[in-house]
């Protein structure tokens, strides 16, 4: 189980359990696939907005994030629960979906609030009510107090959140180290977790799949290469990433693998320069007497595009210009849907009897 309802979560179903075991809780549910390309059209679109608000922004997980909203009263007109009450207004108008928003002094505060009044609600907590709200939430809300925590506080008498902001610093420091006294700071409204502006880059991103069938035609396992190397192009080009080592592998039919790299002598993320890679990688690595079940291509060495040194023979100035026509591709097929638009040659025609996985229809709130 990736995610559930509440009603699921309500008889016992929890995240990672297997679909066999939430099917004797819940036996008449209706479970779905993960579409993880719908879910991440979702949160780019969800991030999007927060954006508007304010530029200092924390993307934490796919489904969640922070902002500072310091400064931003003035700009909206409103206070900060009016600018909260907006933000869910307009990500359920514009995605379709609903949000809890929480608003407090500090990251730990905030993230709580938020979890206070799902799915869809506005909680503010300003520094006269901190006693007042951690009165009435559970120890086991606060976010960093996992299970073995738990149990690590409740041995020396600590059972609710007011227990632990009214334990020496000291002791909580013994207890549970660093993370402890930030935990604790930032519960008494004392900023001690900053914001991270800026996401850690990569080690690798990788375009691999099945293709359904065990071929040795050449031309079917280009056309995937192709597709996947598509599909990495475009992923570096949004999030504004270059790569100076690509390697591709192919999965033979006994499970055994063959693998090739290059080294490119300037970082790049154009999609012609990583496919002529790619295809004469491929020449290198495909034998017509075997068979092939899957491929695919992995990144490496990824840096940020501002960061990069421009070149002295401007191929990487070239690269940017070329970069254009995939983020013009990636906004349409945002739009109509994936794979509305794709390059020549990465069609990959349907198997027959082959098992059609659940998709999410790509239509968006407008």
Not at 270 to 278: E, I, M, Q
Request: charged residues 25%; aromatic residues 8%; proline residues 3%.
């Amino acid at each position: 189980m990736v995610a559930k309802t509440y009603d699921a979560k309500a008889v016992g179903i929890t995240t990672g359990m297997p679909i066999w075991e939430a099917k004797k809780l819940l036996p008449h549910a209706t479970y779905l696939s993960a579409d993880f390309r719908f879910y991440g059209l979702i949160s780019e679109k969800m991030f999007s907005i927060l954006r508007r608000y304010s530029p200092d922004m924390e993307v934490y997980s796919i489904d969640e994030g922070f902002l500072d909203l310091n400064g931003t009263m003035m700009l909206w007109k409103k206070d900060y629960k009016g600018i909260a009450h907006d933000i869910r207004r307009t990500v359920h108008r514009e995605v379709g979906i609903t949000v809890s928003v929480g608003v407090s002094v500090t990251r730990i505060l905030a993230k709580m609030a938020s979890e206070y009044n799902k799915p869809n609600g506005v909680t503010i907590v300003p520094t006269s009510m901190i006693q007042l709200f951690l009165e009435r939430v559970k120890l086991s809300d606060v976010c960093g107090i996992g299970r073995n925590r738990l149990a690590t506080l409740n041995k020396v008498s600590i059972h609710t959140p007011m227990d632990f902001i009214n334990t020496d610093i000291e002791v909580i420091k013994r207890l549970l180290g660093k993370a402890g006294t930030d935990l604790w700071l930032e519960m008494r409204g004392a900023s001690a977790i900053g914001l991270e502006l800026h996401a850690q880059l990569p080690k690798t991103m990788a375009r691999t799949a099945s293709m359904g069938e065990v071929t040795g035609n050449r031309k079917t396992i280009i056309s995937h290469l192709i597709r996947h190397t598509s599909r990495l192009a475009t992923e570096l080009v949004t999030k504004r990433l270059l790569t100076k080592r690509i390697s591709i592998f192919l999965r033979l039919k006994d499970f055994s693998s063959v693998s090739a790299k290059v080294d490119f002598e300037y970082p790049t993320n154009n999609y012609f320069r990583l496919s002529h890679s790619v295809q004469a990688m491929m020449t290198e690595l495909y034998q017509a007497s075997e068979l092939y079940r899957a491929c695919g291509i992995i990144a490496e060495s990824i840096t940020n595009a501002e960061n990069a040194m421009p070149d002295l023979f401007g191929v990487m100035k070239s690269d940017a210009k070329q970069a254009s026509i995939f983020t013009t591709m990636d906004d349409i097929n945002k739009k109509y849907g994936s794979g509305t638009l794709r390059v020549a040659g990465a069609h990959v025609s349907k198997i027959s009897g082959q098992r059609i996985r659940f998709m999410y229809p790509m239509i968006m709130a407008s």
